[in-house]
């Protein structure tokens, strides 16, 4: 499977953002796509998951209650809305899918390039 994630930007504390990540090629046996990032050197943050077959949804603690994630079938894409943003949600965010149970980024084989979210204060 191939990853392409877009729609990152800048846009001030407070305001909104929505990241798409579109899959292509061959998506059997995904059993999620999560999102993460990652600032500087740091180590890779789990964001959120969306679980293909149950629709289930998982965030990480720091975005909870803000973020959404979401799938649409007719475009292939698994959609993160970010709202309520702050300066310390600035970071490169990445999509990844996983076929087991897991939001390790070790577990996630497929790997989108990325895409720069700047939250200003």
């Known amino acids: 499977v191939q990853l392409q994630a877009s729609g990152g930007g800048l846009v001030q504390a407070g305001g909104s953002l929505r990241l798409s990540c579109t899959h292509s090629?061959?998506?059997?046996?995904?059993?999620?796509t999560a999102w993460f990032r990652q600032v500087g050197g740091k180590e890779r943050e789990f964001v959120a998951r969306?679980?293909?077959?149950?629709?289930?949804?998982t965030y990480g603690d720091s975005v909870l209650g803000r973020f959404t994630i979401s799938r649409d079938n007719v475009k292939n894409t698994v959609d993160l809305q970010m709202n309520d943003l702050k300066p310390e949600d600035t970071a490169v965010y990445f999509c990844?899918?996983?076929?087991?149970?897991?939001?390790?980024?070790?577990?996630?084989?497929?790997w989108g390039q990325g895409t720069q979210v700047t939250v200003s204060s």
């Open positions: 990844a899918t996983a076929q087991y149970n897991t939001i390790q980024s070790r577990g996630h084989g497929y």
């Open positions: 090629g061959r998506t059997v046996g995904i059993y999620a």
């Open positions: 969306f679980t293909w077959r149950t629709g289930q949804t």
